[in-house]
């Protein structure tokens, strides 16, 4: 039991304070009092015992005196010798006195005190008389009878005397002895006291300061076991204690906070399932059902109805409910402001109705019926417009926690319902947008016929001029003719006029045939701008694909990277290539998103081609890394046949792109047998390049073979399908086919499998030919040299120098300093060819041009340094351009290379010095080892200790891998779900930099920078814009919203730690 549980820390102390101060001076009082009898002894000691031994020694001194005056005065030879020892015996004999009366004075003892008397009736008897007869005797001259006095009577009196002083001093020692002891053993026992009290007294101060500090202690401890329980358990329970102090303020404080942490979790909890049952691809009403029924469900509702408001009437309809029941005074069309529903959304508020009693209102089950005793309707306002209203009924009260959550999930539920909305629009248009297409081209169709009509007719109608202009000519040649002959110049009149009459009537019809033609042309232009629409909505669409695809991609892509770079110690080899293959994986479906979202481009023939050689037994590797795992996972055999074996001039990432789609959709509708990759020249035309794709799956009815290539078009395209796929891939593979000169063909039976082939010319156009020859860097004449060059460039002992660059001049002027040095030169044109090259040899040093004709300089360096991180290596690169280096764009490039050289009349010169100290340091393997250590510490050394960066995404994976990623470095993250609470979070707490999502619920990524950007407190820390990169001007609309930087998904990795360094180490 806790006697101290109703005391305060500070009463606690004061009593063990005021017990010591009492304890002590106790003590003090005891100690002095057995010291006090310790004095009395000493004082008895020295004050008595003493004297009367010192008063004894002195007696004898003095009587020994007298009889030394007294044989002076019986020797002395003249009254003056005689006076002087008179008076010398008068003064011993008063010093003896005074020595008796001390004695007497200073003792107590009845023995001493008889004896003293004793040496006085002594005194008295001999002092004065005998004294006074040996003067007498001298004065008379009789010496000899003062002698014989003195040494007789006299004698004797001064023996008695000194047995008396001896035996007076033997008790004095006897005393002082006795007085020793008893200060000793007062000594003795005044020690055990005072020990034994001091030790009584610790103990019992000491046993309080322990019961003390226990009953501060044990609680604490309980309270800390209580919270280390709760960290281990992660349940969250609130601790009791029966005390009224300091510690159980802390344990109500500490309730208080478990009960708000219980509330935030519940919250939370239960905001994130409903944000699970909102996802996916739901129509309005499956959505509005999965919300009212989570809400009811998770808030003890016995009635709750969902209304959706329809702005074109001004109407709240009823669109899901749960547990309701209709009655005739319940209506499911509101206006706004009728009833409450109306009410809530007239004042875009909640209200809470208590005590609800009318019986039409009732909650109804098998077992009761009866009204509830609340009701609690709220608005849906997404953007400052109304969506709906949600109207909840319950026999129990909702109480705060559950308004604080209606009133935080209401605007993600608002949001999610304007994109059902708008999906379900975007549907519409484009269900509008594929008849108006059929629609036009029916009309194009009949437009063409017109046309060809209209062009017949107005043939007729020149023949026929023509004609009449011949007739006319006759009729002058023959006018006198025709004058003799009236007659018949009248009939030739008349059938002129019915010609005429005929011409006219036809003019008249051309003139309506180009009205309806005119009619029909602006008909036309508004249909081609339906499918203008059309396309915009198609493309917002896939944008919006985009970004979905694009979240989990990220995910994968970031999360794999991290495993291959951080679990090369933690996991097998094994283990390591799966992770290879899964990052490999992420990366290959991400170019397929961007080739998807590029469908655009192939429709208005912009889309680019990168034709250069490649190994098909290089295709075949690429494709079976990527398919081998799903073949085993089908258990489908896999067989890759290249008969061709032999390089082809082509762009290998587009015909590597339709190889997969022909594998993926094989692998995908077959579940048993074999997928047959087939690479052979074509035997009808050698010309051509066959690349075949066989399965034994499902196979395609001959009705759907013409269907397949066209849009969003699949096999089997019900609601029932069992294969999923957006139906893009065939559609982008024929487009792009077309594009390389090509065709593909298929051949297949429903049950009986389908093979797919792609035919691709073989021949080089004359264009081709002509940049093949202008590519060839030496002569027949140096083919000696070219294969000493070859061989050198095979030689993976041999450094090699990549040089990408297009003047020849410079090229050679490099060639012949690098391979002086003992280098192997590699020459590009073209960034796709360098990325190949770096790709296939090990580059010791790089010469880079910006100014590429096929992609952007600095995006190509981006591309270099990821490879050759992927490659775990380091090369030198040098920037030899003649372009203008904005500040922005140099301080982007310096983030991979600090040697940048700007083309001017003398630098040349610079280059070839830069050169070649470059390649001697790199000849040295030593030093090219410390180069390369120096410079990867310096790229990733990052250190974020004591960094807050806030990450604002909405999608909780993204914030996962981004703060997996950045906790390694030892970075504070802190989370928020959209721009609003990212405010709410930056005025609580700072950040140091804040890495932002675009697209979110509530408040985008664009308003929350500009928002960030308009306080005076925030607008210096950095934020990078992170989006999904769909469309054109995004990081434009990023930079001009405020943000620092942008970064596009999925996120890479070194990518991203650059930028962080960058903009960390700026801040």
């Known amino acids: 039991m806790n006697i101290f549980k109703n005391y305060s820390i500070k009463q606690r102390f004061l009593i063990l304070f005021f017990v010591c101060i009492v304890t002590f001076i106790g003590f003090g009082i005891f100690a002095l009092i057995e010291f006090n009898n310790l004095v009395k002894v000493t004082n008895k000691l020295y004050n008595q015992s003493s004297k009367v031994s010192d008063a004894t020694v002195n007696a004898k001194v003095n009587l020994v005196k007298i009889n030394s005056a007294i044989n002076d005065v019986i020797l002395a030879s003249d009254s003056n010798e005689i006076q002087e020892g008179i008076n010398k015996v008068s003064q011993y004999e008063n010093d003896l006195q005074k020595n008796l009366d001390t004695i007497g004075e200073n003792s107590d003892d009845s023995d001493t005190k008889r004896n003293l008397q004793d040496a006085n009736n002594v005194l008295s008897k001999w002092a004065k008389p005998q004294r006074d007869k040996i003067i007498k005797y001298v004065q008379e001259g009789k010496k000899q009878d003062a002698i014989n006095i003195s040494k007789g009577i006299h004698s004797d009196f001064v023996s008695e005397l000194e047995l008396d002083l001896d035996n007076i001093y033997a008790n004095s020692l006897i005393d002082q002895r006795n007085l020793v002891q008893q200060s000793n053993a007062l000594q003795s026992s005044e020690k055990i006291t005072l020990f034994l009290t001091l030790a009584i007294l610790t103990s019992v101060l000491l046993a309080l300061f322990i019961l003390i500090i226990k009953s501060i202690l044990v609680p604490i401890n309980s309270l800390k076991d209580h919270m280390i329980n709760i960290s281990h358990s992660g349940t969250f329970e609130e601790y009791e204690m029966d005390q009224n102090d300091e510690i159980s303020e802390m344990a109500k404080n500490y309730n208080l906070l478990i009960h708000k942490l219980k509330t935030k979790l519940w919250i939370n909890n239960t905001q994130n399932a409903l944000k699970d049952e909102m996802t996916g691809s739901l129509s309005v009403k499956e959505l509005t059902q999965n919300i009212i029924n989570f809400l009811s469900r998770h808030l003890d509702a016995g009635n709750g109805t969902f209304y959706i408001y329809k702005d074109s009437d001004n109407k709240l309809i009823l669109k899901s409910s749960f547990a309701f029941t209709e009655r005739d005074r319940l209506s499911n069309v509101y206006e706004v402001g009728e009833g409450i529903i109306g009410q809530v959304a007239l004042e875009r508020k909640p209200i809470h109705l208590k005590k609800v009693k009318e019986s039409e209102a009732a909650v109804c089950t098998s077992t009761t019926f009866g009204p509830p005793l609340n009701v609690y309707a709220f608005p849906l306002i997404h953007e400052d417009e109304l969506y709906g209203v949600i109207e909840l009924s319950s026999f129990e009260y909702f109480d705060d926690l559950k308004k604080n959550f209606l009133e935080e999930v209401c605007n993600v539920i608002a949001a999610n319902l304007h994109s059902a909305l708008q999906n379900e629009r975007i549907k519409q248009l484009l269900e509008m947008s594929e008849k108006s297409e059929r629609e036009a081209h029916k009309i194009s169709r009949e437009l063409k016929n017109a046309n060809v009509e209209l062009e017949e007719k107005q043939r007729q109608l020149q023949i026929q001029s023509e004609e009449l202009q011949q007739t006319n000519s006759q009729l002058e040649e023959q006018q006198q003719i025709l004058q003799q002959q009236s007659e018949e110049l009248q009939q030739t009149n008349t059938q002129l006029e019915e010609h005429q009459l005929q011409i006219e009537e036809q003019s008249r019809i051309l003139s309506m045939k180009n009205e309806e033609l005119e009619k029909s042309k602006e008909e036309i232009l508004m249909r081609t701008k339906d499918l203008e629409n059309a396309n915009k909505y198609k493309s917002q669409f896939l944008a919006n ?256 120098l990549l040089i990408v660059e297009d003047d020849k001049q410079l090229i050679q002027s490099i060639k012949s300093i690098s391979e002086g040095i003992g280098f192997a030169t590699l020459v590009s044109d073209s960034g796709a060819k360098a990325l190949k090259l770096i790709e296939e040899y090990k580059i010791s040093g790089i010469l880079l041009d910006l100014g590429l004709p096929d992609i952007d300089g600095i995006d190509l360096l981006k591309e270099i340094n990821e490879l050759l991180k992927l490659k775990n290596t380091y090369v030198p690169v040098i920037i030899y351009t003649g372009m203008d280096i904005s500040p922005e764009q140099e301080k982007e490039i310096k983030l991979y290379t600090d040697r940048i050289i700007v083309k001017t009349a003398n630098s040349d010169e610079r280059l070839l010095d830069e050169l070649t100290l470059i390649l001697h340091k790199v000849n040295n393997e030593e030093d090219y080892r410390s180069i390369m250590t120096s410079k990867i510490n310096k790229n990733t050394a990052l250190n974020l200790d004591n960094k807050k960066i806030l990450i604002v995404d909405d999608d909780p994976r993204n914030i996962f891998v981004l703060a997996a990623a950045l906790e390694d470095f030892g970075a504070e993250i802190v989370e928020a779900d959209n721009g609003e609470e990212a405010l709410r979070e930056l005025e609580s707490q700072s950040a140091d930099l804040i890495l932002m999502d675009i697209m979110m619920p509530i408040m985008n990524g664009y308003e929350a920078i500009k928002k960030i950007r308009s306080s005076s407190k925030f607008k210096n820390i950095p934020i990078i814009a992170i989006t999904a990169k769909s469309l054109k001007g995004d990081k434009e609309k990023c930079i001009a919203a405020g943000a620092n930087d942008y970064i596009s998904k999925p996120i890479d990795y070194d990518v991203l730690i650059t930028l962080i360094k960058a903009w960390i180490s700026k801040d």
């Open 545 to 800: 694909i985009s970004h979905e695809l694009r979240t989990p991609l990220n995910s994968i892509i970031l999360l794999s990277n991290l495993l291959i770079r951080n679990g090369k110690e933690k996991f097998e080899n094994s283990t390591q290539e799966k992770f290879k293959v899964i990052y490999n994986s992420g990366q290959h479906l991400l170019r397929l998103i961007n080739n998807i979202l590029d469908l655009s481009k192939i429709e208005a023939g912009k889309i680019d081609l990168n034709y250069d050689y490649f190994n098909t037994e290089e295709l075949i590797k690429e494709l079976k890394d990527i398919f081998e795992v799903t073949a085993k996972e089908k258990n489908i055999q896999f067989i890759l046949e290249d008969q061709f074996k032999n390089n082809f001039y082509g762009d290998r990432d587009k015909i590597s792109q339709i190889v997969r789609n022909f594998l993926s959709n094989a692998f995908k509708f077959t579940d048993r047998g074999t997928v047959k990759l087939k690479i052979v020249r074509d035997n009808r035309d050698e010309n051509n390049l066959i690349f075949s794709v066989s399965d034994t799956g499902i196979g395609i009815s001959k009705e759907k073979l013409d269907i397949i290539f066209e849009e969003f078009h699949q096999g089997d395209g019900s609601i029932s399908r069992k294969y999923g796929g957006t139906g893009l891939g065939l559609s982008i593979s024929s487009r792009l086919c077309e594009l390389m000169k090509g065709k593909i063909k298929v051949t297949s039976e429903p049950e009986m499998g389908s093979t797919f082939y792609l035919y691709l010319p073989l021949t080089l156009s004359e264009e081709t030919s002509t940049k093949l020859e202008a590519a060839v860097t030496t002569s027949l004449e140096d083919k000696n040299k070219e294969e000493i060059i070859e061989e050198q460039i095979k030689n993976t002992k041999t450094k090699k």
